[in-house]
């Protein structure tokens, strides 16, 4: 079932997995389908899970106390994720560029559905556009369900690469896992449970292969275009027109949203990984690569192969109870609390959880 012809009324996500090619499919979605982006939000599921802290959502003063600490949120959000810029400089590309509305988006609204939809909404116009498209992709997979409790018209596209070339970008990065085995894990995760939720909302959800958008891009935007109902815009689409293409471009992960789509960003596993290493990854994950059209070198592996690899994996995905960044990525979600605990102390709780001082 394609969106409505009014793009107001859209609630579209892009999914996946981190390093899957997320940031490079919104920024299609931004410049070449003229929907407005912003950068990662989170604001859904950290909040959507204890909205009961806010009060009754009918009250304007609890939708107000709820919107406001969500933009704390964000301002939180996007200071710690990218520390080498100023939140200032992000702000038009991001939902704070519109939290001056605030009181307007609040007596708009009469639930949380309501809040996201009138912040995305304003966003988008903030921009001259009418549709909107979010980037949720996170450390770990989220029940798509979260979402869908508050926008149950919304729409997915699920971005899908192969894990073993998700691993070796996601592995150099500082928020990625500890090791390979835990990144076929949560690869393995991420695929699974996104394609559950497609299997129940199939007029809701189409799948993109990351490697068929380089080497075959008119036809995956094309099949875009079907989903969302909209004209097929030409190809290829100017990167530089999408504003969080732009605003990411020069921060070391993001370096290839400079320049046109590179069809040979793919299959790098096949000389980055060793043998040593492909095994491990298709002990956790061979069922999905070859589900999803990837080849395998080493499935069906024997009874006695998988029980000799089985101490390495375990040890392999166990060390991510042993590193800063497996906890850090869990504190995120506790900040919705700590800011609704805070009080009159709000202020400096943001401040300091920006890294500033006064």
Request: net charge positive; charged share 25%; proline share 6%.
């Amino acid at each position: 079932m394609p969106l409505a012809n009014n793009p107001s009324q859209w609630s579209l996500f892009v999914v996946g997995c981190d390093r899957s090619g997320t940031t490079l499919l919104t920024s299609i979605l931004e410049s070449g389908f003229g929907l407005a982006a912003p950068l990662e939000t989170h604001v859904i599921p950290a909040f959507a899970r204890g909205l009961w802290m806010w009060g009754d959502l009918e009250r304007r003063a609890a939708r107000r106390r709820l919107l406001v600490a969500m933009i704390d949120f964000l301002e939180i959000l996007i200071a710690r994720t990218y520390p080498t810029k100023s939140v200032e400089a992000l702000e038009p590309v991001t939902l704070l560029a519109v939290r001056d509305r605030i009181d307007a988006m609040v007596d708009e609204s009469r639930d949380f559905g309501d809040l996201i939809l009138g912040w995305f909404g304003r966003f988008a116009n903030s921009h001259g556009q009418t549709g909107w498209v979010d980037n949720s992709s996170f450390y770990e997979s989220l029940p798509l369900e979260i979402w869908e409790a508050h926008l149950p018209q919304m729409r997915v596209i699920h971005i899908v690469r192969d894990g073993r070339d998700v691993a070796l970008s996601w592995l150099k990065s500082w928020w990625g896992p500890a090791t390979l085995g835990e990144a076929a894990w949560l690869w393995r995760r991420h695929v699974r449970d996104k394609r559950a939720w497609g299997l129940k909302h199939p007029g809701y959800y189409l799948e993109i292969s990351y490697e068929s958008l380089l080497t075959r891009p008119e036809e995956n935007v094309a099949r875009i275009a079907a989903f969302l109902n909209l004209p097929v815009p030409s190809w290829p689409v100017d990167l530089t027109l999408s504003a969080s293409a732009r605003a990411l471009s020069s921060g070391g992960t993001h370096d290839l949203l400079r320049g046109p789509v590179k069809s040979d960003n793919r299959e790098k596993w096949r000389t980055a990984l060793s043998d040593r290493d492909q095994r491990l990854f298709e002990w956790f994950a061979a069922d999905l690569l070859r589900a999803s059209g990837y080849p395998t070198r080493f499935d069906p592996m024997s009874v006695i192969e998988r029980l000799l690899l089985a101490p390495q994996a375990i040890l392999s995905l166990g060390k991510r109870f042993f590193t800063p960044v497996f906890y850090a990525k869990k504190a995120k979600w506790v900040i919705p609390w700590i800011l609704r605990l805070a009080g009159s102390t709000r202020g400096l709780v943001v401040r300091l959880a920006m890294g500033r001082k006064g």
